[in-house]
């Protein structure tokens, strides 16, 4: 791999709900924020479920605002929501929205969820923002609102499902990893910011260390890995219909923080 310093890419990590990013894809987003990257988050769904105590609408507007508070740590440019929590699901109606926010940031790098997770939610944002990335340059595609189509290179990698397995139990196994070690404290201040999600987690479901599951799963990932203290894994999406064989933009520009898992294709 070799250092892809000809123009400042463009990457950008959706996920279902605010603080899915940060628990799974943040430590890499840094470093490509680190390496000259120009970064873009997106919570696609607004959380508005994630309180035992606030009506939807206080809590969407108070995840919001969260969500806000961890991109301004890091100089990230926060996309809006498109929906409420449980309406990502995979419709003509939904692809079109999502399709409109591909075109209008360009992405060279696309960080997505897993399309295998314990949670419908995270595993239809997926598909979405697959979607979306494969339709960018179709003119007979609308978009709402209508936004003009391009034709550039897009890489897709896929995070970790939270857990680090599918809904079957089975275990997820990464394509390659990357070292966030020295990025590990960045990520969970990111995650702290979301206080509402830490308080309706231990109220409702008995986690009493939110930012330390967070940890606890990259250094699992890390000892996946054989080498790194702490890491997160990631899979490529297939080159088909969005760029190149050969385009591989993240691991271009983090060769010396990426390990390839030689075992994957086992």
């Known amino acids: ?17 605010p603080d ?4 799974m894809m943040a430590g890499t987003l840094l470093l490509l924020k680190d390496c000259g990257a120009e970064i873009h988050m997106w919570n696609m769904a607004n959380g508005n479920c994630g309180s035992d105590s606030l009506d939807k609408i206080e809590t969407a507007e108070t995840r919001w605002r969260e969500a ?6 890091e100089g990230a440019f926060m996309h809006p929501p498109v929906t409420h929590d449980f309406g990502l699901v995979y419709t003509e109606n939904m692809a ?18 897993s399309l295998e997770d314990y949670m419908e939610d995270h595993q239809n944002a997926a598909r979405l923002l697959v979607t979306a990335a494969f ?66 987690l231990e109220s409702t479901q008995g986690v009493d260390a939110y930012t330390e599951m967070m940890l606890s799963m990259s250094k699992e990932v890390g000892d996946m890995s054989g080498r790194f203290e702490y890491a997160e894994g990631w899979r490529r999406h297939s080159h088909l219909g ?9 691991g271009n520009i983090l060769n010396k923080y990426c390990f390839i898992n030689d075992k994957y294709d086992q």
């Not at 791999?1 to 463009?10: A, F, I, P, R, V």
């Not at 290179?153 to 275990?171: E, F, K, N, S, T």
């Not at 969005?242 to 993240?250: G, H, M």
């Open 20 to 23: 899915d990013i940060e628990f």
């Open 242 to 250: 969005f760029a190149a064989e050969n385009y591989d933009p993240l």
């Open 68 to 73: 806000k508070a961890s991109a301004a740590l």
């Open 96 to 113: 079109s929205k999502c399709a409109a926010y591909v075109r209008k940031i360009r992405p060279d790098i696309l960080l997505v969820p």
């Open 135 to 200: 339709t960018r340059a179709m003119w007979n595609f609308a978009t709402m609102p209508d936004t003009v189509p391009y034709s550039a290179d897009v890489a897709i990698y896929h995070a970790m499902p939270y857990g680090l397995r599918d809904a079957m139990r089975q275990r997820i196994v990464p394509e390659f990893f990357t070292d966030i070690s020295g990025v590990i404290d960045r990520k969970r201040a990111m995650l702290a910011c979301h206080e509402s999600q830490r308080r309706f």
């Open 1 to 17: 791999m070799s250092e892809m310093n000809s123009k400042t890419l463009t990457v950008l990590a959706a996920g279902a709900h």
